[in-house]
C-alpha cells in the first residue's frame, strides 16, 4: 500500500494502476461503515485507491472542523488489511493554495436538508470531490447511503458535468441499536450515545407506519417529532420526507420516499435516513 501526499504524485501513479480504479472518498477515523465502501471498491475493482481529507471548506464556521477526529495511522492499518493500492492524504495546503479560486455549485438539490442547515456545505463537497475525481481518475467512486444527499448531489453533478467515472451507493452501516456509524459519535458521552439511538427509532417508526398502510407524509412526520421530542437530549434540526430524486417535501407519500432527519443529541449533530420503496 503506498501512501501519497503530493496530487502530483497521486497522478503519476494513477497512471500506473491496473484499470477499473474504485475510489473511496473519506474524512478518515475510520469505522466499519467506511470500510463497508473500502471492501465494495475492493471486490468490483482490481485497484484501489482511498483518500483521507478533512476539507475545511465543507465546514461552517461554527462547526467541528477544527475537532474532527483524527487517527491517521489507525486509519493506515485498516486500509492495508482492506490491501488497499493508494491512500491519497494531501495536507489542507497541498488542496487549497492560497491562489486557489474555481468553486463547483450544484443547484436546486443542495438549497434543502443539510444545505439549508449548513450554508456553503455541498459547494465544498461538490468542489473537493470534482477535485478528487480529476486527480484520481476512478472508474468507480463509492459513496454511502448514510449522507443520501450527499450522494445524490455528486450523482447530478457527475450527470450535468459530463465526468466520465460511475457513482455506486453503498448501504448504511449501523451498530446494534441502529445508529448509523459516524466518526461523529465518537464526541457523545454514555449518555448521549445511548440517547442517540432515538434517530433510528424515528426512522423505524416511520418505516413501520408506512408499511401499516400510512400515506400522509405529514402524520409520519409529527409522529416521528413526538418519539424524538421524548428523549430530553435530543433536539431536531429537521424531518423531512421527500422525494428520493428530487428531495422536494412530500404531503403523500409515494416511493421511493427518502425519510431523513437531522438532530442534535447535546452538541453533536447527527443525520441519517432510510428511504421507503
Ligand atoms: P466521511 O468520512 O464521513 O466523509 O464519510 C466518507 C464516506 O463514508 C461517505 O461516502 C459516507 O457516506 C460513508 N459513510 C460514513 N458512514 C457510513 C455508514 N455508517 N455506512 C455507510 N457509509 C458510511
Redo the contacts with the bound molecule.
Keep these: 500500500m503506498k501512501v501519497i501526499e503530493k496530487i502530483a504524485d497521486m497522478k503519476r501513479l494513477r497512471q500506473q494502476l491496473a484499470e477499473p480504479v474504485g475510489f ?11 470500510l ?2 473500502v471492501r465494495q471498491a475492493r471486490a468490483e475493482n482490481p485497484s484501489v485507491v482511498v483518500s483521507i481529507f478533512v476539507n475545511p471548506t465543507q465546514f461552517g464556521p461554527q462547526e467541528d472542523f477544527s475537532h474532527y477526529p483524527h487517527d491517521p495511522e489507525r486509519d493506515l492499518a485498516l486500509l492495508e488489511k482492506e490491501e488497499v493500492d493508494i491512500v491519497f492524504m494531501p495536507s489542507a495546503a497541498e488542496m487549497y493554495p492560497p491562489q486557489f479560486n474555481s468553486w463547483v455549485e450544484v443547484g436546486k438539490l443542495t438549497e434543502r436538508l443539510e444545505g439549508a442547515s449548513r450554508p456553503g456545505h455541498f459547494r465544498g463537497v461538490a468542489t473537493v470531490v470534482a477535485r478528487l475525481f480529476n486527480i484520481v481518475q476512478p472508474t468507480r467512486a ?6 443520501a444527499q ?2 445524490i448531489v455528486i450523482k447530478k453533478m457527475v450527470a450535468d458535468l459530463n465526468m466520465n467515472l460511475e457513482i455506486v451507493t ?5 451498530e446494534p441499536d441502529g445508529l ?4 461523529r459519535n465518537t464526541y457523545l458521552s454514555p449518555e448521549e450515545r445511548q440517547a442517540a439511538a432515538v434517530l433510528y427509532q424515528a426512522l423505524s417508526l416511520a418505516q413501520k407506519l408506512w408499511s401499516e398502510g400510512e400515506r400522509d407524509a405529514q402524520r409520519l412526520r409529527q409522529e416521528m417529532i413526538a418519539l424524538i421530542q421524548k428523549e430530553p437530549l435530543a433536539s431536531i434540526d429537521y424531518v423531512s420526507i421527500a422525494n428520493a430524486e428530487t428531495l422536494d417535501e412530500l404531503d403523500t407519500v409515494n416511493p421511493p420516499a427518502l425519510v431523513s432527519l437531522a438532530v442534535k443529541i447535546g452538541k453533536t449533530r447527527l443525520i441519517d435516513n432510510v428511504v421507503l420503496e
Design positions: 473511496v472518498p473519506t474524512m478518515g477515523y475510520l469505522h466499519e461503515g467506511h463497508a465502501l463509492y459513496f454511502g447511503q448514510k449522507d450527499q450522494a453503498v448501504p448504511t452501516v449501523r448509523a456509524m459516524s466518526s
